[in-house]
């Protein structure tokens, strides 16, 4: 009484549920591919044992597409799933879209990368300056004493 929302009751007879079918081939392509794009979305934000969380989430992804290839689901009940190819489509680009940016990614690390080393050369250069500079202000203190 307090629940939000409806339940509706489906009464299943053994005949229903005998004429269900598989998730046909390009359902299951399209469900594999909404899959990659989500473990490569959580492989991005992932800083720590990426192999370990890969390596998981694909055995996931395995057994769910092995699942997928015995699922009986009713005839009609497809909704979005209809549509497999344009939705493919668009998951495809996203998924193009998605490896274009970690290859930008990929060469601003490595500019990145690059620049500190530059800065790191030029930090120990300008040490070593500094210590040339400091051994020749000794040396010229050691000589203005002697003056005195």
């Given at each position: 009484t307090g629940e939000k929302g409806s339940s509706k009751k489906v009464k299943l007879t053994s005949a229903k549920i005998r004429s269900w079918q598989t998730l046909s081939e390009s359902s299951r392509q399209f469900l594999e591919t909404v899959m990659d794009s989500v473990i490569l979305s959580v492989l991005c934000q992932q800083s720590e044992?990426?192999?370990d969380v890969q390596k998981h989430l694909n055995?996931?992804?395995d057994r769910v597409l092995r699942f997928f290839k015995t699922l009986k689901i009713p005839p009609g009940?497809?909704?979005n799933l209809k549509n497999v190819s344009s939705l493919q489509m668009a998951e495809k680009q996203m998924l193009e879209t998605n490896e274009e940016?970690?290859?930008?990614?990929?060469e601003e690390i490595n500019e990145a990368e690059r620049s500190a080393e530059r800065i790191e050369e030029t930090i120990q250069q300008l040490q070593y300056k500094i210590q040339v500079l400091k051994n020749q202000l000794e040396e010229d203190e050691k000589k203005a004493r002697k003056v005195f």
């Amino acid at each position: 009484t307090g629940e939000k929302g409806s339940s509706k009751k489906v009464k299943l007879t053994s005949a229903k549920i005998r004429s269900w079918q598989t998730l046909s081939e390009s359902s299951r392509q399209f469900l594999e591919t909404v899959m990659d794009s989500v473990i490569l979305s959580v492989l991005c934000q992932q800083s720590e044992r990426k192999d370990d969380v890969q390596k998981h989430l694909n055995l996931l992804k395995d057994r769910v597409l092995r699942f997928f290839k015995t699922l009986k689901i009713p005839p009609g009940k497809l909704g979005n799933l209809k549509n497999v190819s344009s939705l493919q489509m668009a998951e495809k680009q996203m998924l193009e879209t998605n490896e274009e940016s970690l290859v930008q990614l990929q060469e601003e690390i490595n500019e990145a990368e690059r620049s500190a080393e530059r800065i790191e050369e030029t930090i120990q250069q300008l040490q070593y300056k500094i210590q040339v500079l400091k051994n020749q202000l000794e040396e010229d203190e050691k000589k203005a004493r002697k003056v005195f």
